[in-house]
């Protein structure tokens, strides 16, 4: 029973890795689950301090990968426009699906720079910014996932 265990974390969090490349599935928040599956096997390997930790880690990835767009924003340029547009782009696209996600931030720091007044080259700096804040914040998942994935074969 406990290949199970380690068998079906160790499959979530392989798809926690790729919900970390694409914006449809939360990588972390499917990473710990299979880590808290370990918890069933019957030499439980790790702590409740341990678990509280990757919460809290967990819990700070999520926030950080719908903040860190709209940070990117801001330091390519954008104005408090490009970073309104950054975020009800991302809401409005998050109903499109995969590709909503990464367009979404995109179109509407684009179209808020370009409200505000500013030349297109500008507005499509501060796009670029979000796009790059949504590279970030991905390379931040993977790594989250990547460690998690490392403790669950290590306690094996």
């Known amino acids: 029973m406990e290949w199970l265990w380690i068998s079906i974390g160790i499959i979530l969090v392989i798809t926690a890795i790729a919900g970390s490349i694409l914006p449809l599935l939360p990588g972390p928040p499917i990473a710990f689950i299979g880590l808290l599956l370990q918890q069933l096997r019957p ?75 500013q030349t297109s080259r500008k507005s499509f700096k501060a796009a670029v910014g979000s796009f790059v804040g949504f590279l970030l914040g991905s390379f931040l998942k993977l790594v989250v996932c990547f460690f998690m994935l490392y403790y669950i074969i290590q306690s094996i």
């Open 43 to 117: 030499e439980k390997p790790f702590t409740t301090r341990f678990l509280l930790i990757w919460a809290g880690i967990v819990i700070i990835s999520l926030l950080l990968d719908y903040l860190i767009p709209i940070w990117g924003t801001k330091k390519f340029g954008g104005t408090k426009y490009g970073v309104w547009g950054c975020t009800l782009g991302f809401l409005a696209a998050f109903w499109l699906g995969p590709w909503g996600v990464i367009i979404g931030p995109f179109a509407g720091a684009f179209f808020g720079e370009m409200i505000a007044g």
